[in-house]
């Protein structure tokens, strides 16, 4: 069998962190947000910081998903925005998915701010599964993890 090439892993890897989210499967998210972390092509020197980790999120989900989500950047949700919402196109396939990203804290202590915060009911007339993603990166190990909480929501009274 032909060893894998760079591109087919950047695939593999994207699809992978595409559906660790929608499945709520933190393991498979992180490993993915790594692999992109640990890419050869990466100078070892590179700053990690928050804007950086957003653009990678956003990247491998718009090439992943374009055809099921609109993204929103800095959406109002609760007491302070969300870094990234991806809202579905079609509501029946794929969840609501709400992305904030935290630097060196806990990635569950990041989600329970999100919950707190009131992620969750940012769109009103929204009905159907959100899930939440708290994304932590730790700058001293370089290295990324996952929480997620799944809400369904029914609509708000017009």
Do not use: W
Request: aromatic share 12%; glycine share 4%.
């Amino acid at each position: 069998m032909a060893e894998e090439t760079m591109m087919e892993k950047y695939m593999r890897y994207k699809r992978q962190l595409v559906d660790a989210s929608i499945e709520m499967n933190c393991a498979s998210a992180a490993e993915a947000l790594n692999f992109f972390k640990d890419d050869e092509y990466y100078d070892d020197d590179m700053n990690f910081t928050y804007d950086y980790i957003l653009s990678e999120i956003v990247y491998y989900y718009i090439l992943g998903y374009e055809r099921h989500y609109s993204m929103v950047r800095n959406m109002p949700a609760g007491r302070k925005p969300a870094d990234i919402a991806f809202i579905p196109i079609n509501f029946d396939d794929v969840p609501l998915l709400i992305v904030d990203v935290g630097l060196d804290s806990s990635a569950d202590a990041h989600l329970r701010s999100m919950i707190e915060d009131g992620h969750a009911k940012c769109l009103n007339r929204y009905s159907g599964k959100v899930v939440l993603m708290a994304i932590n990166f730790d700058s001293m190990q370089r290295t990324y993890t996952c929480a997620f909480e799944s809400v369904n929501r029914r609509p708000a009274p017009i």
